[in-house]
């Protein structure tokens, strides 16, 4: 994620497109006294909106908060990887 202010968006806009199509970054766009705005790019947005409407999805995220809050979670160490 990327931070910008307004005007260092404007001037370099095509580059800062760009990268939010080419490498999906998310980039934030501050405004000095306004609210922040996000910019990326359109497949980004669209995969987010289908995983934010998926009610399984969904139901997967709800219970790994709850088990995290219920302390059940396994730490495990896989430096033997390396």
């Given amino acids: 994620m990327l931070a910008v202010n ?5 001037n370099s ?14 980039i934030v766009v501050t ?11 359109v497949e980004d947005y669209n995969d987010m909106q289908k995983r934010l409407h998926n009610k399984e999805y969904i139901e997967m995220l709800e219970k ?3 088990d995290i809050k219920d302390g ?3 730490a495990k ?3 033997f990887f390396k």
């Fill in 6 to 10: 307004y005007s260092t968006l404007r």
């Fill in 72 to 74: 059940k979670i396994v």
């Fill in 77 to 79: 160490d896989l430096s």
């Fill in 31 to 41: 405004r000095k006294g306004e609210k922040n705005v996000v910019l990326m790019s």
């Fill in 64 to 66: 790994a908060i709850r």
């Fill in 13 to 26: 806009l095509k580059s800062y497109c760009d990268k939010a199509c080419d490498e999906s970054e998310v």
